[in-house]
């Protein structure tokens, strides 16, 4: 059974920095390698929204507007992680994060219905 698993959230004044990460295991029909794989985060009374993908086929990284320059995606295959690195962190950056894992990668990394695996979340609360 495929699983991924969140961890790093926490509680962090404005400007500071965490470092999210997204544990993946069980991929037995393709290694974890293959997967592209998606940050995604939804606050309080609103939809969640992507936030980073690192493409597994092409090594690109995407990045939503609002965190380019801040956050930056990478991943560690040996370990089957992937890492959300958050710097200057914003109260407006307070949300669930999620991570989610996509065969490949389909066309549009920001639409989550394109995922086929995702972690439970882990939250990230920004003080202002």
């Known amino acids: 059974e495929v699983q991924l698993v969140e961890s790093g959230g926490g509680l962090v004044q404005a400007g500071g920095s965490l470092r999210l990460s997204c544990a993946g295991s069980g991929f037995a029909a393709a290694p974890f390698a293959d997967y592209s794989i998606g940050w995604f985060r939804q606050a309080p009374g609103k939809e969640r929204e992507g936030v980073s993908c690192?493409?597994?086929?092409?090594?690109?990284?995407y990045y939503a507007d609002s965190v380019k320059g801040r956050f930056t995606i990478s991943r560690d295959n040996a370990k089957n992680t992937v890492y959300l690195q958050m710097n200057s962190l914003k109260p407006e950056d307070t949300a669930v994060y999620y991570c989610?894992?996509?065969?490949?990668?389909?066309?549009?990394?920001?639409?989550?219905?394109?995922?086929?695996?995702w972690g439970q979340g882990t939250q990230v609360t920004v003080s202002s």
């Open positions: 690192l493409n597994s086929v092409t090594g690109s990284t």
């Open positions: 989610a894992a996509d065969f490949g990668m389909s066309a549009n990394w920001n639409n989550e219905h394109e995922y086929d695996y």
